[in-house]
């Protein structure tokens, strides 16, 4: 095998808001679209496609112009976030620091059976064709329990959730109440953004950390560690 061939792409993509510079991903260039409209509404600068008016990415550049409604940019000003540095990505991010801010919520549902979290998980990492190339890059995908609905594959595993509920969000396909499957670790910060979509539950064939499994509690949403194992830990709502 020739060194280069083991290597996973990695490139700089910035983001502009209403005229003002808010974000530089360090991923793996394809869906930026997908990505770019994820993290917004991962953040809250959009609840739904109409709250995003325009998204122009430069010709030149790696980057995107995202015209947003300027009501939703003062909510999420309103909010006085704290920048963190992310457990995962490595990357300064505007999530809320404060998982006790996360609103109380009802249980969202319930997620499948081991034998169906075997079988999805087995389809997301037979469609992962970089980690079937390289191994160094991390997958994520929105199910209904039963098939893949969108797929993505990053070298952040934050950036592969924004970009398949961005992918989501483009295509007005509803959020609420479908699962997410993720190949890392569910850190807080990956609870929050499946948190705001309305996600009902997250898998990962590893482990949540405390905090994710504080917000999952306060939002009513269900994790699932060592979900490929046979013996799936579920952590629910008020359990």
């Known amino acids: 095998m020739q060194a280069d061939s083991a290597a996973v792409e990695e490139w700089p993509v910035w983001l502009e808001v209403n005229g003002h510079p808010v974000v530089t991903w360090m991923c793996t260039p394809d869906q930026l679209e997908e990505l770019a409209v994820g993290w917004l ?3 809250g600068y959009i609840e739904t496609r109409d709250d995003l008016l325009r998204l122009r990415p430069c010709a030149t550049d790696l980057g995107f112009w995202a015209d947003v409604k300027p009501e939703r940019v003062a909510l999420v000003q309103g909010e006085n976030r704290k920048r963190v540095l992310a457990s995962g990505c490595g990357a300064v991010t ?4 404060d998982p006790h801010r996360v609103k109380h ?3 969202r549902g319930e997620p499948p059976t081991a034998e169906s979290f075997r079988a999805v998980f087995k389809a997301l990492f037979a469609t992962g064709e970089r980690y079937n190339e390289t191994g160094g890059i991390h997958a994520a995908a929105l199910t209904d329990g039963q098939r893949l609905l969108f797929h993505a594959e990053d070298i952040g595993r934050h ?3 924004d970009k398949v509920i961005g992918a989501a969000v483009l295509a007005r396909e509803p959020l609420g109440g479908r699962g997410l499957l993720v190949t890392g670790r569910i ?3 990956l609870a929050f953004k499946a948190s705001r979509a309305g996600l009902a539950w997250v898998a990962t064939p590893s482990v949540p950390s405390t905090l994710a499994l ?3 509690q306060r939002s009513g949403m269900v994790l699932v560690g060592r979900a490929v194992s046979g013996t799936p830990h ?3 709502p008020g359990a």
Not at 94 to 97: D, F, I, N, Q, S
């Open 187 to 189: 850190s807080a910060e």
């Open 41 to 43: 509404h991962g953040e």
């Open 234 to 236: 579920v952590h629910r």
């Open 159 to 161: 950036n592969a959730v």
């Open 94 to 97: 505007t999530m809320l620091a």
């Open 214 to 216: 504080t917000i999952a």
């Open 105 to 107: 919520a009802p249980p």
